[in-house]
């Protein structure tokens, strides 16, 4: 079974930057397509990156030039560098792994605001 668990989210003030991380147990990681998605209140959510085992990326229109999706499949990690905070970037993300089946993390929040 994969289980994920993410960190790194919390409060920062606009312009700033967080880098979130997630973990993976099990051994699906380092073939699997890791993402990013996150959910603001009242919103459905939506994805903000993703990056394949090759190390392809996309990125939603939103967040592309600041943030930044990465990976060690080493480490079974995956990141998510975020720079250039906004307001509208707040949310509770979510790491995800997609390799037939879908698993999530818990969540982490993000909060932007000064």
């Known amino acids: 079974q994969v289980q994920l668990v993410e960190s790194g989210g919390g409060l920062v003030q606009p312009g700033g930057s967080l880098r979130l991380s997630c973990a993976a147990s099990g051994s699906m990681f380092s073939i699997g397509i890791m993402g990013w998605y996150r959910q603001a209140p009242e919103k459905q959510r939506e994805l903000v990156a993703r990056?394949?085992?090759?190390?392809?990326?996309i990125y939603a229109d939103s967040v592309k030039g600041r943030f930044t999706i990465s990976r060690d499949n080493a480490k079974n990690t995956v990141y998510l560098q975020m720079n250039s905070l906004k307001p509208e970037d707040t949310a509770v993300y979510y790491c995800?792994?997609?390799?037939?089946?879908?698993?999530w993390g818990q969540g982490t929040q993000v909060t932007v605001s000064s």
């Open positions: 990056i394949t085992s090759g190390g392809s990326t």
């Open positions: 995800n792994l997609h390799k037939g089946a879908d698993f």
